[in-house]
């Protein structure tokens, strides 16, 4: 049984750094591509960005660009989200998600077959 596991969230100030880490198991971690969304209370679920399984690709949003990094070690089976200069927007819960196809970073969730349980993350001012 496949399952995603993130880990990572909690209380931060606004500029301050938070790493997001999420593990896998029962699933061919190395050929999935992963993806990581957020949801805010009173807001849709919203696509973040995600990496390919080689990680020869990797994409964001652009509200994160330039702040948040995605990588992953497959040889632990884990994808991260190091999040910089966090911003109080950035408040919401965080979940991972595998997508079977490894050469696609797409922001489409139904792409997407595995989901984590997510990780708040919450921004003070």
């Known amino acids: 049984q496949a399952q995603l596991v993130e880990s990572g969230g909690g209380l931060v100030q606004a500029g301050d750094s938070l790493r997001l880490s999420c593990t896998a198991s029962?699933?061919?971690?190395?050929?999935?591509?992963m993806g990581w969304f957020r949801k805010a209370p009173g807001r849709e679920r919203e696509f973040v960005g995600a990496?390919?399984?080689?990680?020869?690709?990797?994409s964001y949003i652009e509200a994160v660009k330039g702040r948040f990094t995605i990588s992953r070690d497959n040889a632990k089976n884990t994808v991260f989200l190091q999040m910089n200069s966090v911003k109080v927007e950035d408040a919401a819960v965080y979940y991972c998600?595998?997508?079977?196809?490894?050469?696609?970073?797409?922001?489409?969730?139904?792409?997407?077959?595995?989901w984590g349980q997510g990780t708040q993350v919450t921004v003070s001012s």
């Open positions: 998600a595998g997508n079977p196809i490894g050469s696609q970073s797409t922001q489409y969730s139904p792409y997407y077959t595995y």
């Open positions: 029962g699933l061919s971690f190395s050929s999935y591509s």
């Open positions: 990496i390919t399984s080689s990680a020869d690709r990797v």
